[in-house]
């Protein structure tokens, strides 16, 4: 069967994306433009203060955009609803940038549980079945942890999907993933292999919303922070502008199919 013009329909795609990326941007920040120009020289103005005051360069604000994107957009492809996503460093130095679940009600502290994730693993961990015991009733813990280490994942496999290089590791992401699989493994070498499947699985899932995964970064870089709602706002409306350039070069190639047809058969009944 044949798929078309590949080059044609990545064209299509990736100006969907981008547009669809601008106008995210935009609904994000409001439309300023007045055509005059300065406007858009006094965001890169503030752009770069607000770079040097964090101490970073843009290609580590880029960096940390795309990897706090690739856990939001992953989250979601898992059904787990977010509470929103900064890009923003803590105050006290904890992290770089943020993704936290629904029950934060604010971008920095914590409010969900009285222990952090390490903590609450160690105190799974005993109560977890021995060998010989059934996992049934356990079986809830497991998939958490299946699925908290691909959530986990994708941030690294977002950066090595959109930049070059290997992905700057996150000390957080590893003491988590780390913890999580230990729930599930007996063994430091079968940890380190369950985790590359969940690496694998993650790239799975965001291979095919790698476009996703540029707007949702851009727009992060221009708004710092984002409630759960915007981020959903974001993905569903990039998803539905690629979907629909998908459609429309599908629908450009069908019509250049039935002309080509039009004029075999013309030319036939000339013969």
């Known amino acids: 069967m044949s798929k078309g013009n590949p080059a044609e329909e990545g064209n299509a795609r990736l100006a969907a994306s981008l547009a669809v990326t601008e106008a995210a941007a935009r609904v994000g ?28 360069t843009e290609e580590e604000d880029e960096r940390i955009a795309i990897h706090e994107a690739g856990h939001a957009v992953c989250a979601r492809l898992l059904g787990h609803p977010l509470g929103g996503a900064t890009v923003d460093p803590d105050p006290n130095g904890k992290y770089g940038g943020l993704v936290w679940g629904p029950r934060h009600s604010v971008a920095f502290g914590k409010n969900d549980d009285a222990d952090d ?13 021995q060998d010989g015991e059934t996992r049934s009733d356990a079986a809830d813990v ?21 930049l ?58 221009i708004r710092r922070t984002l409630s759960g709602e915007e981020i959903d706002n974001i993905i569903t409306t990039t998803v539905a502008g690629f979907e629909l350039a998908a459609e429309q070069a599908r629908r450009r190639r069908w019509q250049h199919r039935v002309a080509n047809a039009g004029r075999f058969k013309s030319e036939a009944s000339q013969r």
């Open 142 to 162: 497991y998939l958490h942890a299946l699925n908290c280490c691909i959530e986990l994942a994708a941030a690294s496999v977002a950066e090595r999907m959109l």
């Open 117 to 129: 994730v390490p903590e609450l693993c160690d105190k799974l961990r005993t109560l977890m079945p």
């Open 29 to 56: 920040m409001g439309n300023t433009d007045d055509g005059s120009g300065l406007d858009e020289c006094d965001e890169y103005d503030e752009y770069d203060e607000l770079l040097a005051s964090l101490g970073r």
């Open 164 to 221: 070059a290089g290997e992905p700057v590791p996150s000390v957080s992401d590893v003491e988590h993933t780390i913890k999580y699989a230990s729930l599930v493994c007996r063994s430091p070498e079968a940890a380190q292999r369950f985790i590359r499947l969940c690496e694998t699985m993650a790239d799975d899932l965001l291979r095919p919303y790698g476009y996703a995964l540029v707007a949702l970064s851009t727009v992060l870089r």
